[in-house]
């Protein structure tokens, strides 16, 4: 990102924290739906504190290379996993497809329990420094 773009994204974000998105054609003036106005606003607010923005499409059906690579495990930790029925995956021939969905979702939960383990943790903390 370039500072003028940074620079254009916090004026943005500044005037409007949590503006409603139209799009238009020659034709019409289309509202953006709100889950696709909270992308862009991600997105903006992210490019106005300097951070950067990738976008990376996938397919509905994944292999266990690419569903290890999107979880941040090895190909062998995933099988193990598949095959302790941690996360579903369906054979398609000898091999393991995995659905999208199914990870996205894995991973979100994976977030979760991690965030939640760390707020314990600095629970823990502020408990021992209490005393």
């Given at each position: 990102?370039?500072?003028?773009?940074?620079?254009?994204?916090?004026?943005?974000?500044?005037?409007?924290?949590?503006?409603?998105?139209?799009?238009?054609?020659?034709?019409?003036?289309?509202?953006?739906?709100?889950?696709?106005?909270n992308l862009i606003r991600q997105v903006l607010r992210t490019i106005a504190e300097g951070g950067s923005?990738?976008?990376?499409?996938?397919?509905?059906?994944?292999?266990?290379?690419?569903?290890?690579?999107?979880?941040?495990?090895?190909?062998?930790?995933?099988?193990?996993?598949?095959?302790?029925?941690?996360?579903?995956?369906?054979?398609?021939?000898?091999?393991?497809?995995?659905?999208?969905?199914?990870?996205?979702?894995?991973?979100?939960?994976?977030?979760?329990?991690?965030?939640?383990?760390?707020?314990?943790?600095?629970?823990?903390?502020?408990?021992?420094?209490?005393?």
């Open positions: 990102m370039t500072t003028r773009q940074e620079q254009m994204a916090r004026e943005f974000v500044a005037q409007a924290p949590e503006p409603r998105f139209t799009a238009l054609s020659e034709e019409a003036e289309v509202e953006i739906p709100d889950a696709l106005g923005v990738t976008l990376k499409t996938l397919p509905q059906e994944l292999s266990t290379t690419v569903a290890a690579a999107e979880l941040g495990v090895s190909r062998p930790t995933l099988m193990r996993m598949i095959r302790d029925g941690e996360i579903p995956a369906h054979k398609v021939g000898t091999h393991h497809r995995l659905n999208l969905s199914d990870v996205v979702e894995f991973r979100r939960v994976q977030l979760q329990r991690q965030r939640a383990a760390f707020d314990e943790l600095r629970q823990i903390e502020d408990d021992l420094d209490v005393e």
